[in-house]
Antibody, heavy 119, light 107 residues
Framework: EVQLVESGGALVQPGGSLSLSCAASAFTFTNYWMHWVRQAPGKGLVWVSRINSDGSSANYADSVKGRFTISRDNAKNTLHLQMNSLRAEDTAVYYC????????????WGQGTRVTVSS | DIQMTQSPSSLSSSVGDRVTITCRASQNISNYLNWYQQKPGKAPKLLIYTASSLQSGVPSGFSGSGSGTDFTLTISSLQPEDFATYYCQQSYTTPRTFGQGTKVEIK
């Protein structure tokens, strides 16, 4: 079964760091761009970042630029999100999602991992 | 950034009703518009891609239309399992912005 499984969510203090991972299975990981999308409690979906198939290019939402870094390990079929200088407004469930080509839809989503930034 | 505006923000309907949700982009996005369904505590699920193409496995009661800046998601006959929140998303450019969501509730 095609699947994405996130991990790494936790309670972290403001200003702290956290690393999220997303393990992909049952598809050719290197064929796809990958994305992170987050959802604050009771709020809508917000796109965070994406990375191309070989990891050479990435884009970020303005709200996380300079603080978050997306990366991937194609040998281990794993996507990462390194989050630094965390703020209370980064509190959310973080989803990884597969970006399909050529239509660019997000066709497979993980179950999400919860990040809480609080003192 | 491209702003995506959905309407209404919420609606109440009965099983069997026809439901229409609209999504407007702040600039031309061609047909790079996707629709997702999200149920409480669950990940979003892709319903419609490139404005009008039905994702595999999605019931035929869902349909999408539009191009340019104005788009529509239609549920032809609302089923109990369709009560959820629906989001549009543009995939024309980054950042890949979402609409604010439309919550479909039981009347």
């Amino acid at each position: 079964e095609v699947q994405l499984v996130e991990s790494g969510g936790a309670l972290v203090q403001p200003g702290g760091s956290l690393s999220l991972s997303c393990a992909a299975s049952a598809f050719t990981f290197t064929n796809y761009w990958m994305h992170w999308v987050r959802q604050a409690p009771g709020k809508g979906l917000v796109w965070v970042s994406r990375i191309n198939s070989d990891g050479s290019s990435a884009n970020y939402a303005d709200s996380v630029k300079g603080r978050f870094t997306i990366s991937r390990d194609n040998a281990k079929n794993t996507l990462h999100l390194q989050m630094n200088s965390l703020r209370a407004e980064d509190t959310a469930v973080y989803y990884c999602a597969r970006g399909r080509t050529p239509d660019r839809a997000l066709d497979i989503w993980g179950q999400g991992t919860r990040v809480t930034v609080s003192s | 950034d491209i702003q995506m505006t959905q309407s209404p923000s919420s609606l109440s309907s009965s099983v069997g009703d026809r439901v229409t949700i609209t999504c407007r982009a702040s600039q031309n996005i061609s047909n790079y518009l996707n629709w997702y369904q999200q149920k409480p505590g669950k990940a979003p699920k892709l319903l419609i891609y490139t404005a009008s193409s039905l994702q595999s496995g999605v019931p035929s009661g869902f349909s999408g239309s539009g191009s340019g800046t104005d788009f529509t998601l239609t549920i032809s006959s609302l089923q109990p399992e369709d009560f959820a929140t629906y989001y549009c998303q543009q995939s024309y450019t980054t950042p890949r912005t979402f609409g604010q969501g439309t919550k479909v509730e039981i009347k």
